[in-house]
């Protein structure tokens, strides 16, 4: 078994174990089912226990600078979203290199740094004031793009999913709680691939900070436990391919690191 695979396990394993950590609308929390769907997890750091992953929320050109370079204006645009499936999570170990697919369909793989926020608490219509008390922790993750098809669907209008939802496309280091770390309104965001910096800006240059995306977001949607909101990627996103190295680092987190294979 490969490392990737490993971390991806042991973590759905885990989760497993949280007794109705995934129940949802009316299904019975002991109704017995003809198959097994693995719980997708996140490691916390410092404890034993997950974090239960609920739905992947990703805010679309929320730094000016990569706005304006998918042909935005971020002065006009208010923000909006888009999901990953849960599965699409690959657990990365700080100072690991796991292998990381390159997927089907795609000739222009693309990556994009990101801050993520997990979030402990619900809610609907989210004050900014207080969205900050929803959030457990931070780690940081890629979301990883299938530009070529992306742009293709958008291009005869049609859903995005098939270049943002797919398997490992979610690279994502484990949590830090809170109460260890604090929050994120700054510091140094970065990618290299292959030791050459692509992206490089600070988490200050979102348009739109972490509390109002979690009170935007819960005026569409009812956020609940277990959800995690992907905080958008700096200018400078690009293509890799087989054998590129990428590494990531946000201030005050561990560097996260994938080997395209």
Not at 37 to 51: K, L, Q, Y
Not at 89 to 117: C, F, K, M, S
Request: charged share 20%; hydrophobic share 40%.
């Amino acid at each position: 078994m490969d490392r990737r695979n490993f971390f991806q396990g042991s973590a759905a394993a885990a989760a497993a174990g949280l007794a109705g950590c995934a129940a949802t609308g009316n299904a019975a929390g002991n109704a017995r089912t003809p198959f097994a769907v693995n719980s997708i997890a996140i490691p916390i750091v410092g404890s034993d226990e997950v974090f239960p992953v609920r739905r992947i929320y990703c805010i679309g050109r929320n730094y000016a600078a990569h706005a304006r370079e998918m042909g935005s204006d971020p002065n006009r645009e208010p923000p909006f979203f888009f999901q990953k499936p849960t599965d699409a999570i690959q657990n990365v170990a700080p100072g690991t290199v796991p292998d990381h697919p390159y997927p089907t369909l795609t000739r222009n793989y693309h990556y994009e740094a990101e801050l993520v926020a997990c979030i402990a608490r619900g809610g609907r219509n989210i004050p900014v004031a207080t969205a900050l008390e929803h959030v457990y922790g931070y780690t940081l993750g890629l979301d990883m793009t299938r530009r070529d098809l992306q742009r293709a669907m958008g291009d005869e209008k049609k859903p995005w999913e098939i270049g943002k939802s797919f398997d490992h496309s979610a690279p994502i280091g484990p949590i830090h709680r809170v109460a260890q770390i604090g929050h994120f309104t700054k510091g140094a965001i970065w990618l290299k691939v292959n030791g050459a910096t692509k992206q490089s800006a600070d988490l200050s240059q979102m348009i739109w900070s972490v509390a109002e995306q979690i009170a935007k977001l819960s005026e569409a949607n009812e956020i609940y436990p277990g959800d995690i909101i992907y905080s958008g990627t700096p200018e400078n996103v690009g293509p890799v391919v087989r054998g590129d190295v990428i590494e990531m680092h946000i201030d005050g987190l561990p560097n996260l690191s994938v080997k395209i294979v």
